[in-house]
């Protein structure tokens, strides 16, 4: 799809799993438990940190299978 857009692909990488969890879902957890105290009584909060917590599940479960592929491209 790049070059077929005018681009060149000068590189492309994946993110490493230690990326998501160091930089990411370790302090997307911790934030979420915070948050579930000080939001104890509001029922759509529970529901979106449901929402985040089985994201972050599939991802534990399933990084093997699936990821984000970055391309830096030149026009």
């Keep these: ?22 930089d990411y879902y370790t302090p997307m957890l911790e934030r979420i438990e915070e948050l579930k105290l000080y939001n104890s009584v509001i029922v759509e909060a529970a529901e979106v940190y449901a929402w985040l917590e089985a994201e972050i599940d599939m991802f534990r479960r399933f990084s093997t299978c699936y990821g984000y592929t970055f391309f830096v491209l030149r026009k």
């Design 1 to 22: 799809m790049a070059t077929d857009s005018g681009y060149r692909v000068i590189d492309s990488f994946n993110l490493p799993d230690r990326a998501w969890w160091d």
